[in-house]
């Protein structure tokens, strides 16, 4: 149920961005500074690697080994942590630049897509530091690991749904 709200919710404001889009006449419009590709590409690969190592973590707790699980997670936890930074670097960047929410259009639909994604992985990484904690605690075994299946399924569809907006809103 969860996550069909998420795909609604997301859907509603990818269409809505689009129609905006699509009406502008110029997009970006004159005199706002352009969107960092390259760094977001590379932020881009920061987070299709955490789904990566939490595949690990996965493969992990199913075998039993709960080192490498604590290990996997651990890296799984600071990548999305680290994609969190860089998109902080990279707000920064562009609100001395001039972008803002209250720059127009462009800028209310930029930080309004991906401030909403960016929240969502804060509290997915939130998450996954409770999952790490548990499993630190030796909590998860072979047999019994719901919490960290249904951290890892959220998880994954944060992840997709990144490079979805990553074309979108700085490369089209």
Avoid: K
Avoid at 14 to 31: H, M, T
Avoid at 47 to 65: E, Y
Avoid at 74 to 79: A, I, K, P, S
Wanted: glycine residues 12%; proline residues 5%.
């Amino acid at each position: 149920m969860l996550l069909g709200g998420e795909v609604m919710f997301f859907g509603g404001l990818v269409i809505a961005f689009l129609q905006l889009r699509l009406e502008a006449p110029v997009w970006p419009p004159p005199g706002q500074p352009r969107l960092p590709v390259g760094l977001t590409g590379v932020n881009t690969l920061v987070l299709l690697a955490s789904s990566w190592t939490l595949v690990r973590a996965l493969r992990m707790v199913r075998a039993g080994d709960r080192a490498g699980l604590v290990r996997w997670l651990g890296w799984t936890w600071g990548l999305g942590a680290l994609f969190l930074v860089i998109q902080g670097v990279e707000w920064t960047r562009l609100v001395h630049f001039g972008l803002r929410v209250s720059s127009g259009i462009y800028g209310a639909t930029f930080y309004t897509l991906i401030g909403v994604h960016g929240a969502h992985v804060l509290g997915a990484v939130t998450w996954l530091g409770g999952v790490l904690w548990l499993a630190r605690r030796g909590r998860f075994t072979p047999e019994r690991h719901v919490p960290l299946e249904c951290c890892a399924i959220y998880w994954h569809f944060v992840v997709a749904l990144w490079p979805v907006l990553y074309v979108l809103v700085y490369l089209v």
